[in-house]
């Protein structure tokens, strides 16, 4: 999702201030360029091409995918000749495995367009880089901020969702090819029966499978040990995808924005401290990212795989880019403008309730900056686990993850929906000329002379 970047004017008060304060403004106009927006916004609009469209969404991918995967094929062949297996077979391994990893990023993506799709919204484009997916969707205009927070956690939550329908799916999978193709030792086989395996599989620190296809593909059985391998890495790989969006809070993981869309709806956070709480676990992990990066680096270098320390080390580069993204966040919560950046949008109300000589009045809130007062709601359950609390019970949430595959919006039911919202909205302007009616006939009464009221009586 876009971050709206903001350019704040710096005062210049003599030629060696107008030079720091142009140098500092072009290195924080540098560093808005690094983080995660504007980088997959320039990669979506420069670095990119439409591979196909999915449900009438398009799929673009990005050229650095591309590169990266001829160059992990080309050290594949470079490798070639430490083991016994053929050439053929090991890079066909590696060539399945990333359209393993790249389909379970498009369905994690999906989960999140299709959700948006069902709260009113559609899908612009998936784009599919280096750093996995990001989907590009609009949101219904609303002016609720607790419905802008319930249908942001949604949509954030139904992308983590779909790994639990990927995961049980390719469970299916590995239980048809653990009884057609069976393990090398029949005797004294390593798992004795699928849901072991399933099991085993789903432990994504573990070997995995390793145990049963590295011996099938020793022996000489290809098929067997290519389907072994490729079920193993499809389950772990949805396990790890889960567990690092969901429970690894840096922004813009999941993680960050489930928690920061919790803290505001369920509990009431201000903005502000809920801004506060997700920098202090985001700049932490960036952190440990980076670190973590310039280790794996170092041992490649040492041991003599540089460029391939170099393509595994790409995560530091992620964790600089949430650091940007933080000192973007930090910068806004500074100025009072939280609400101009996606995530906090409920941080400013679209009115403001006064009170005066005649009760409370509801006024237009002009101000550019954030609210003080926390988000007052009482907070239902139902209000997060469903789409629409006021549709019928059969509207079940599978069908608001994929609704490509599970049925649409009824469009009848649409209609009915929006002849009630205009009939509603009808009412209201009609209370409202009648309030202004009054209170015109009100100020008219005020403004009327002792021989005005003497002549009409």
């Not at 484009?125 to 249908?151: A, E, M, V, Y």
């Not at 790994?163 to 090398?184: E, I, R, T």
């Not at 509603?424 to 209170?439: D, F, N, P, Y």
């Given at each position: 999702?876009?971050?709206?970047?903001?350019?704040?004017?710096?005062?210049?008060?003599?030629?060696?201030?107008?030079?720091?304060?142009?140098?500092?403004?072009?290195?924080?106009?540098?560093?808005?360029?690094?983080?995660?927006?504007?980088?997959?916004?320039?990669?979506?609009?420069?670095?990119?091409?439409?591979?196909?469209?999915?449900?009438?969404?398009?799929?673009?991918?990005?050229?650095?995918?591309?590169?990266?995967?001829?160059?992990?094929?080309?050290?594949?062949?470079?490798?070639?000749?430490?083991?016994?297996?053929?050439?053929?077979?090991?890079?066909?391994?590696?060539?399945?495995?990333?359209?393993?990893?790249?389909?379970?990023?498009?369905?994690?993506?999906?989960?999140?367009?299709?959700?948006?799709?069902?709260?009113?919204?559609?899908?612009?484009?998936?784009?599919?880089?280096?750093?996995?997916?990001?989907?590009?969707?609009?949101?219904?205009?609303?002016?609720?901020?607790?419905?802008?927070?319930?249908?942001?956690?949604?949509?954030?939550?139904?992308?983590?969702?779909?790994?639990?329908?990927?995961?049980?799916?390719?469970?299916?999978?590995?239980?048809?090819?653990?009884?057609?193709?069976?393990?090398?030792?029949?005797?004294?086989?390593?798992?004795?029966?699928?849901?072991?395996?399933?099991?085993?599989?789903?432990?994504?620190?573990?070997?995995?499978?390793?145990?049963?296809?590295?011996?099938?593909?020793?022996?000489?059985?290809?098929?067997?040990?290519?389907?072994?391998?490729?079920?193993?890495?499809?389950?772990?790989?949805?396990?790890?995808?889960?567990?690092?969006?969901?429970?690894?809070?840096?922004?813009?993981?999941?993680?960050?924005?489930?928690?920061?869309?919790?803290?505001?709806?369920?509990?009431?956070?201000?903005?502000?401290?809920?801004?506060?709480?997700?920098?202090?676990?985001?700049?932490?992990?960036?952190?440990?990212?980076?670190?973590?990066?310039?280790?794996?680096?170092?041992?490649?270098?040492?041991?003599?795989?540089?460029?391939?320390?170099?393509?595994?080390?790409?995560?530091?580069?992620?964790?600089?880019?949430?650091?940007?993204?933080?000192?973007?966040?930090?910068?806004?919560?500074?100025?009072?403008?939280?609400?101009?950046?996606?995530?906090?949008?409920?941080?400013?109300?679209?009115?403001?309730?006064?009170?005066?000589?005649?009760?409370?009045?509801?006024?237009?809130?002009?101000?550019?900056?954030?609210?003080?007062?926390?988000?007052?709601?009482?907070?239902?359950?139902?209000?997060?686990?469903?789409?629409?609390?006021?549709?019928?019970?059969?509207?079940?949430?599978?069908?608001?993850?994929?609704?490509?595959?599970f049925g649409q919006r009824d469009a009848g039911q649409d209609l009915v929906?929006?002849?009630?919202?205009?009939?509603?909205?009808?009412?209201?302007?009609?209370?409202?000329?009648?309030?202004?009616?009054?209170?015109?006939?009100?100020?008219?009464?005020?403004?009327?002379?002792?021989?005005?009221?003497?002549?009409?009586?």
């Amino acid at each position: 999702r876009a971050v709206v970047d903001s350019v704040y004017p710096i005062a210049r008060s003599s030629n060696t201030g107008g030079a720091s304060c142009s140098f500092l403004s072009i290195e924080c106009t540098i560093m808005r360029g690094m983080g995660f927006s504007a980088q997959g916004q320039q990669q979506s609009d420069q670095c990119s091409m439409t591979v196909c469209t999915i449900c009438r969404a398009p799929i673009r991918l990005s050229y650095f995918v591309i590169l990266m995967v001829g160059y992990q094929l080309t050290q594949v062949a470079l490798r070639h000749g430490q083991t016994s297996l053929p050439l053929w077979w090991e890079l066909m391994q590696q060539v399945l495995e990333f359209t393993i990893l790249y389909a379970t990023v498009l369905c994690h993506e999906f989960g999140h367009g299709n959700m948006a799709r069902r709260l009113g919204g559609e899908i612009d484009h998936i784009l599919l880089w280096i750093f996995g997916g990001i989907c590009f969707s609009t949101r219904q205009p609303t002016h609720d901020n607790r419905k802008i927070l319930r249908d942001e956690f949604l949509i954030v939550a139904a992308g983590p969702m779909t790994h639990f329908f990927q995961a049980p799916a390719w469970g299916l999978v590995l239980c048809a090819v653990f009884f057609v193709c069976p393990q090398l030792d029949n005797t004294r086989p390593f798992f004795e029966h699928p849901g072991e395996a399933f099991l085993a599989a789903l432990l994504p620190w573990g070997s995995g499978l390793a145990q049963v296809w590295m011996p099938l593909a020793f022996a000489g059985q290809w098929g067997s040990a290519l389907l072994w391998s490729t079920v193993g890495v499809a389950i772990q790989l949805n396990v790890a995808l889960f567990l690092f969006n969901v429970f690894f809070p840096m922004y813009p993981a999941d993680g960050s924005k489930l928690l920061v869309t919790s803290l505001m709806f369920c509990c009431g956070v201000p903005a502000r401290r809920a801004a506060c709480i997700l920098l202090c676990v985001t700049i932490p992990c960036g952190i440990l990212f980076i670190g973590y990066s310039l280790m794996a680096l170092s041992r490649g270098l040492s041991a003599g795989y540089g460029g391939t320390a170099a393509v595994n080390s790409i995560s530091g580069f992620m964790g600089v880019m949430s650091l940007v993204e933080a000192y973007k966040i930090w910068e806004l919560r500074k100025a009072r403008r939280l609400h101009t950046h996606p995530l906090f949008q409920a941080a400013r109300s679209w009115n403001r309730t006064e009170r005066d000589v005649f009760g409370n009045v509801h006024r237009i809130n002009v101000s550019d900056f954030d609210d003080d007062d926390p988000l007052h709601s009482n907070f239902r359950c139902k209000d997060l686990l469903c789409c629409r609390s006021e549709e019928s019970s059969d509207r079940s949430c599978l069908s608001c993850c994929c609704p490509c595959l599970f049925g649409q919006r009824d469009a009848g039911q649409d209609l009915v929906s929006t002849r009630a919202s205009t009939a509603a909205t009808e009412e209201i302007r009609a209370r409202r000329m009648q309030i202004l009616a009054q209170v015109d006939m009100q100020a008219s009464d005020r403004q009327r002379t002792v021989r005005d009221l003497v002549d009409s009586r």
